[in-house]
């Protein structure tokens, strides 16, 4: 088991930039695969993007491309999710997930941290 807390969440302007880290406690962290998903008020939770246990491969929702990067720290037992060019339309809450494969399906995700708001004003 793998237990998960996200931090780093906040209120940003749009076009800033925010890092959510994600630390894990627990069986070890570099046998998952790592996402982060976000859910807004009224929606369904998404996929933003996953990385793989080695940290080499990557997966990213489109809303993600060319302004969100995935990256992870296996000694440390974090994953962080940096953000820029933030956007009204990124308010929501963050999970960070895991995983026992680099895939955008919820379903696959058996472990969620708590989520870490993060708003975006206009």
């Known amino acids: 088991q793998v237990q998960l807390v996200e931090s780093g969440g906040g209120l940003v302007q749009g076009g800033g930039s925010l890092r959510l880290s994600c630390a894990a406690s627990g069986r070890s962290f570099s046998t998952y695969a790592m996402g982060w998903f976000r859910q807004a008020p009224g929606k369904e939770r998404e996929f933003v993007v996953a990385?793989?246990?080695?940290?080499?491969?990557?997966i990213y929702a489109d809303s993600a491309k060319g302004r969100f990067t995935i990256s992870r720290d296996n000694a440390k037992n974090t994953v962080f999710l940096q953000m820029n060019s933030l956007k009204p339309e990124d308010t929501a809450v963050y999970y960070c997930?895991?995983?026992?494969?680099?895939?955008?399906?919820?379903?696959?995700?058996?472990?969620w941290g708590q989520g870490t708001q993060v708003t975006v004003s206009s």
């Open positions: 990385i793989s246990r080695s940290g080499g491969s990557t």
């Open positions: 997930a895991a995983s026992t494969r680099i895939v955008s399906d919820i379903r696959a995700y058996g472990y």
